[in-house]
């Protein structure tokens, strides 16, 4: 196992490339990013943690992530018709857990969308689960607790 030092580095590359990949469009790269079993979660309510028995504005495995994708690129969505710029920014990058077969990382995020010449901010903590592969790490699970989920959200064109 690395050192911490090396560790954190290492992983707060990975979300950066990651976050970089998503305000370029970079989704099909994006997607290579995950385990085959991985899943992206938005929840509706910040202190939940049993996913997979509430409600989530997002929940997606593999297939979802696809189809998600493939909507953002070829405008099948309500949501792509106007696809603005984003901008992400990652701090606080802090390691919770380290393992040979789990990474488990909590960062801050903001993303800001240009769509129509109005900007919008979504702060949010998320957390990670990576699997350490090769020298780098795929992503197991993603979970984006956005600060405002159960408030109004507009229509996004991007994933968080």
């Known amino acids: 196992m690395k050192s911490n030092t090396q560790l954190l580095a290492l ?9 970089d990949l998503l305000d370029h469009k970079g989704y099909q790269e994006w997607l ?4 085959d079993s991985g899943l992206y979660i938005v929840p509706t309510d910040l202190n939940e943690t049993d996913y997979l028995s509430t409600l989530n504005l997002a929940l997606d495995d593999a297939d979802m992530r696809r189809m998600r994708v493939a909507r953002l690129e070829n405008g099948e969505s309500v949501s792509a018709n106007s696809v603005g710029s984003t901008v992400r920014m990652v701090s606080r990058v802090r390691i919770l857990e380290a393992g040979d077969e789990a990474v488990i990382v909590r960062s801050a995020q903001t993303l800001n969308e240009l769509r129509h010449g109005k900007l919008v901010t979504y702060p949010a903590n998320v957390e990670y689960t990576l699997k350490p592969v090769d020298g780098g790490f ?12 159960d408030g109004f959200l507009r229509t996004v064109s991007f994933v968080f």
Do not use: G, R
């Open 138 to 149: 795929q992503i197991e699970q993603k979970v984006v607790k956005l600060l405002h989920a």
């Open 32 to 35: 290579s990013l995950w385990t």
């Open 11 to 19: 992983v707060t590359e990975f979300i950066s490339y990651e976050a």
